[in-house]
């Protein structure tokens, strides 16, 4: 099967320079076939084509997108049965609109044994705002349609500039990615790869979080079950709604072993009614409570205890998405190694929320690209090669937003 990529982006933005780096890294070893025309940019000479095996076919009567989709649909079929290409390279006019261009390819691809692998969107990062003000019809559309966007020369703008497009461009295009690392760091094999497939970056996380809070169900359940011999309360019932059966040689033993969500109720005496309350006053040193709230939340976590735990709330097949809530960046912003170290340690006092993971790949700078995972009481930081951008992903409970973006600058 042929796989298509559409390369859309006003004149100037930096096709040229893209397409050949792929070509050159990317597409090495494949039949490619670049379809062109007259208002298109390549301008790829025919020695470099010839060199790497590329085909070309050029439109030179005006625009794919408005004239000439019945020569287009001939020209692709053409192509298609003529060479059958690993991959077709569809490079439309500068001012043409992604979306028109897409259906025309859609139209066709219907009737071939083709598939649509990409439509990618070339801004200039010193232009998306110009551009969004002067061409919003055309602009917009090619960011909006795109599958992937690549800000080009990146490698001379401020932090600042980069973090500005991409905002503009997030208004326009919510789930594309975009690529805001300087191409000169990145193989092609990198950029094909953030044309080809979605980020799922932050979907892994949760996928994790939800295996843990599956864990911690299981966990649960089992210490439910060793409720029913360490527990000595009237009437055999203790506040979390739980019949215990004791033998009366149990009765001079006031020891409470109560292990719910890493809550240690070492040797502690109920007549405070302790049920998650929050309310533990205690006087005496045999009833030190140790009630730890950072690490799971009572109103968010599944339970095995009947209809209810102890704090009065139902806890039943909740999903991941229900039982967590998660904050991600994109981020040009440049890190030193200290700043990642000094952010996950403040990520354990409990002032940013119930954080269950987290993770994150930015650009360190002098130090290099870094990447980060976190979980609770434990973190690393480690070297990496340089990514298409910086993100940054935190999964818990009752999170503080602001707070945590302020932590890391973004």
């Not at 096709?15 to 390549?42: M, P, R, S, W, Y």
């Amino acid at each position: 099967m042929t796989k298509i990529d559409i390369f859309s982006g006003f004149l100037g933005a930096g096709k040229t320079t893209l397409i050949k780096k792929l070509i050159t890294e990317a597409f090495a070893g494949q039949q490619v076939v670049l379809i062109e025309n007259e208002f298109g940019e390549i301008g790829i000479d025919g020695g470099f084509l010839k060199e790497s095996g590329i085909q070309i076919n050029e439109l030179n009567a005006g625009c794919i997108c408005c004239s000439l989709v019945g020569d287009f649909r001939t020209a692709l079929q053409q192509v298609v049965e003529q060479y059958h290409p690993d991959r077709i390279v569809i490079e439309p006019s500068g001012v043409g609109k992604l979306s028109d261009v897409t259906r025309a390819v859609e139209g066709v691809a219907e009737h071939l044994d083709v598939q649509l692998n990409s439509f990618v969107t070339v801004a200039d990062v010193n232009k998306v705002k110009m551009y969004m003000k002067n061409f919003g019809e055309f602009y917009d559309d090619q960011i909006s349609h795109a599958s992937c966007i690549l800000l080009s020369r990146t490698q001379t703008a401020s932090e600042e500039k980069i973090a500005a497009a991409v905002a503009m461009l997030r208004e326009k295009n919510p789930t594309a990615t975009i690529v805001t690392t300087a191409w000169d760091h990145l193989t092609g094999e990198q950029i094909l790869k953030a044309m080809s497939t979605k980020d799922d970056f932050k979907a892994e996380l949760i996928a994790m979080a939800a295996k843990a809070n599956e864990e911690h169900a299981h966990e649960d359940e089992e210490e439910e079950h060793e409720h029913h011999h360490h527990h000595d309360h009237e009437n055999g019932v203790c506040s979390c709604g739980h019949h215990h059966d004791h033998d009366d040689d149990d009765d001079d033993e006031d020891e409470h072993e109560h292990e719910h969500h890493h809550h240690d109720h070492d040797e502690h005496d109920h007549d405070d009614h302790c049920c998650c309350g929050h309310h533990h006053d205690h006087d005496e040193d045999d009833d030190e409570h140790e009630h730890e709230h950072h690490h799971h939340d009572h109103d968010e976590h599944d339970h095995e205890h009947g209809d209810h735990c102890c704090c009065g709330h139902h806890h039943h097949d909740h999903h991941a998405d229900e039982v967590f809530t998660s904050w991600g960046v994109e981020t040009a912003r440049k890190f030193t190694k200290a700043e990642v170290e000094h952010a996950l340690t403040e990520l354990d006092t409990g002032n940013y929320g119930m954080i269950l993971r987290s993770k994150g790949i930015v650009d360190g700078g002098a130090d290099g690209w870094l990447e980060f995972d976190y979980v609770p009481g434990e973190w690393e930081v480690r070297s990496r090669s340089a990514d298409v951008g910086g993100k940054l992903v935190v999964i818990g409970s009752k999170l503080n937003e602001t707070a945590i973006a302020q932590l890391f600058g973004c």
